[in-house]
């Protein structure tokens, strides 16, 4: 996601970047080339002028800009596309939530959705119920069934009922007479019927403390407008769910959608497995738009990879090393984190086809030879000689030549993890880069 949109901002940034002082025209023209980019981007042109017309008024109202360095000009730009998409009031999960009905249209994610939401929250110490009215997809209760169970959510599915209010009616006595403190509703997609709107109106009406949430599809480009804005003139949608956040789409309508919708975006689903979702956080987002870095960002990865019992340090060893690719094939693979890293394709330019194969094919034959070692071979994996790697390649199925390659990458990243103080992230990154193109990864 914003791959395209952040490519060319990207570039204008560090344009602006490399010089010390700025005139009016650098300026100038830099303003037209992101007004440019963002109409590339499909962001509405109502929301471009109004972008470029408050970075215009910030200037103008802090006349030395113009003059000084490049630091307050990308500041300005920054803020002023967070302003475009942030919300008016702190997101929080639940708050004192009793409900929430997803809505939307057809393949924009609720079913699985709802159950990430529902897992979220269950995670807070909440109890929680989910159910579904969608009365028109079969599959949809299947589908549900098997997600709650993937991750032991509560469910209840009413079949046989082709009345969504019946549905909801006999959901609730249960739901109370359980003390559930959480009620998730998947819903049909029919929203551009009058009797689906109505529907979902008498239905929030029964519920306690409803929220409305429209989960949308960002891959639709400007179409997220009108969808938003259609239901939005029928309903009062409580808050927006942003889904398919990992896809190639350009990306700009998510600041069409919070510039002309005034509901409150509360998550984006940046994945399809269940632990890929986030609250929604405007800064992040701008960061990964802009290349600019976010240290806490960097951070929380550097934090997930490193948590106690999988940390890298001086005794860093094979069956570490198994450990972090784990974690960071669990952490929704290798390109999940790098894709939430600001900037990251303008310092890896030619590490994607790596990057891609290390999930599943790395991760595969790694843990196959890892697996067929001694202990004191893992822990000590400069004794393995001859001998030793003609039982591993037994052991494991692979050949001595992918034992050897693999033992010197362990060595290079052992070596690497040695030198680099504070667990830098970066830096390892920059070693992994020595690697990602070998022929373990291709076979």
């Known amino acids: 996601m914003f791959n395209n949109l952040s490519n060319k901002l990207g570039k204008i940034i560090n344009s602006i970047s490399n010089k010390s002082l700025l005139s009016k025209y650098n300026i100038s023209d830099s303003i037209k080339k992101i007004k440019i980019t963002l109409l590339e981007s499909d962001v509405s042109l109502l929301v471009v002028d109004d972008i470029i017309n408050r970075i215009k008024l910030r200037i103008k109202e802090n006349n030395n800009i113009s003059f000084t360095n490049s630091e307050q000009f990308i500041n300005v730009i920054h803020q002023e596309l967070v302003n475009t998409i942030k919300n008016s009031t702190k997101i929080s999960l639940i708050n004192k939530l009793k409900s929430m009905l997803l809505i939307g249209a057809p393949g924009s994610g609720k079913t699985t959705n709802l159950v990430k939401i529902g897992k979220l929250i269950q995670d807070t110490g909440k109890k929680v119920l989910i159910t579904s009215i969608d009365i028109y997809r079969p599959a949809a209760f299947t589908q549900l069934k098997l997600l709650s169970k993937l991750v032991n959510i509560d469910y209840l599915l009413i079949n046989n009922c082709f009345d969504s209010i019946d549905i909801i009616k006999q959901v609730l006595v249960y739901f109370k007479s359980k003390k559930y403190d959480m009620l998730l509703v998947d819903t049909a997609g029919k929203i551009y019927s009058n009797d689906y709107i109505d529907n979902i109106k008498e239905i929030s009406s029964l519920l306690e403390l409803n929220e409305i949430m429209l989960v949308t ?182 050949s001595i030549q ?37 022929k373990f990864y291709r076979k």
């Not at 769910?241 to 990306?251: E, H, L, P, R, W």
């Not at 680099?420 to 070998?438: A, E, G, S, Y």
């Open 217 to 398: 599809d960002i891959t639709i480009g400007q179409d997220i407008v009108n969808v938003a804005k259609n239901i939005n003139n029928h309903l009062l949608i409580d808050s927006i769910m942003i889904t398919k956040m990992d896809s190639d789409a350009k990306g700009g309508a998510i600041l069409s959608l919070k510039h002309i919708i005034n509901s409150p975006i509360k998550f984006i689903s940046t994945g399809e497995k269940i632990n890929e979702i986030e609250l929604f956080n405007p800064n992040k987002i701008i960061d990964r738009i802009l290349g600019t870095v976010n240290t806490s960002s960097l951070n929380s990865i550097s934090y997930d990879l490193s948590k106690k019992n999988s940390k890298i340090d001086n005794d860093f060893n094979l069956s570490d090393f198994l450990k972090q690719l784990k974690r960071i094939n669990r952490i929704s693979g290798i390109n999940g984190i790098l894709n939430k890293i600001p900037g990251i394709t303008n310092i890896f330019g030619n590490i994607k086809y790596g990057i891609n194969q290390i999930d599943n094919k790395f991760l595969i034959k790694t843990e196959a030879v890892i697996n067929s070692m001694t202990n004191i071979e893992r822990n000590s994996p400069f004794i393995i000689k001859s001998s030793h790697k003609k039982r591993i390649s037994k052991g494991s199925g692979v």
């Open 402 to 438: 992918d034992i050897n390659i693999l033992l010197k990458q362990f060595f290079l990243v052992q070596k690497t993890v040695k030198k680099v103080k504070n667990n830098n992230f970066f830096r390892i990154l920059k070693n992994m880069n020595k690697l990602v193109t070998n």
